[in-house]
């Protein structure tokens, strides 16, 4: 581990507080669901939780943020009981990176977000059901998109336990009594946000890298090589194609005026949160993936090819 048990409290008490207040300015009025939750989270909880683990950590340690929201992409294909497949990789990628003396440590968990009703989470359509058969299972499986590597990717081979890689997120936006909650798939259904752990637990613990929490990688920055194990070199994948599209297909977090581009970064102190419009109820302007949809027949899914993402870096300061 990282980081004294009391830093730990420290940053899990700090982004509590930050995740609070995205979650109920979202509740007055409500979200409309899911997308507009998470786009909250990467866009205006990003730069604050930055901010506050920043004053936590200094001046030993030096926090940097990066954080894009892509709504609607990728798309994977696998084949599971003899049935192929398809769905959405996740709604989010969280990645926490730490350097010391002995090196960088990469901490990453792909995020399914899923809104609770009455603290439950019912999956059963076709399209959640694929998606939780992916993630109780990790089957071998390939990205439709051609930006990615077309050989399938198997967990199995990753440095940690599979079982880490995905967890859902139970949102719950009954006012006054808003939470995200990490929930284990493996666990029964339908799921319980009490049978969770807190979303800011879930981050200040991935920064300082428990078990249990996302499944450790080995750090990569930019174009991964094939020497790496899938869940590796498909967690530095998506930070690298995600980070190459065109900033009309994704919004990076940071407020108005916030420089859009491969090497955007958000430190603190964080960027105010961008006024809602005129007579509006929307307090967070996002462009999304969602914006170019194909012609009529194409399946309304996006052409872009990224992922929303939050990557937490943690060094020693200069």
């Given amino acids: 581990m990282h980081f004294t048990s009391s830093l730990v409290t420290q940053l899990q008490t700090a982004a509590d507080a930050d995740l609070n207040t995205v979650l109920r300015r979202c509740s007055t009025p409500p979200p409309s669901g899911e997308v507009a939750t998470v786009a909250d989270l990467v866009l205006n909880g990003t730069p604050a939780i930055a901010a506050s683990w920043q004053s ?4 030993q340690y030096s926090v940097t943020f990066h954080a894009v929201f892509c709504h609607g992409s990728p798309y994977v294909d ?11 990789l996740a709604d989010l990628l969280v990645v926490m990176d730490y ?6 440590t990469r901490q990453a968990a792909l995020i399914q977000a899923k809104i609770a009703k009455g603290g439950l989470i019912a999956i059963s359509a076709v399209g959640p059901g694929t998606q939780l058969d992916l993630y109780q299972n990790w089957p ?22 599979v079982t880490d890689s995905g967890r859902y997120g139970g949102i719950d936006l009954t006012f006054q009594a808003e939470e995200w909650s990490q929930i284990n798939p493996l666990l029964q259904t339908p799921f319980r ?3 969770g752990v807190a979303l800011s637990e879930f981050l200040a613990r991935l920064a300082d890298g428990q078990t249990g929490v996302g499944a450790t990688a080995t750090h990569v920055m930019g174009k991964p090589t094939s020497n790496l194990d899938d869940w590796s070199f498909t967690v530095a994948e998506l930070l690298d194609v995600t980070g ?10 940071g407020g108005p005026g916030t420089v859009r581009g491969r090497s955007h970064s958000i430190k603190a102190p964080a960027q105010p949160n961008q006024a809602p419009a005129t007579g509006g109820t929307t307090r967070i302007a996002f462009a999304t993936s969602g914006f170019r949809l194909p012609p009529d027949g194409g399946g309304g899914r996006p052409w872009s090819s990224g992922i929303s993402y939050i990557h937490g870096i943690v060094e020693p300061a200069l």
């Avoid at 936590?56 to 001046?59: F, G, M, S, T, W």
């Fill in 56 to 59: 936590i950590l200094a001046p």
């Fill in 99 to 104: 350097l010391d003396s002995s090196g960088w």
């Fill in 244 to 253: 190459q599209l065109p900033h009309a297909m994704i919004t990076r977090a």
């Fill in 193 to 195: 946000n009490s049978a």
């Fill in 78 to 88: 696998f084949t599971h009981g003899g049935t192929s497949r398809t769905c959405e």
């Fill in 140 to 161: 071998s499986f390939t990205f439709q998109s051609n930006a990615y590597s077309r050989h399938p990717r198997d967990f199995g081979t990753a440095i940690n336990p």
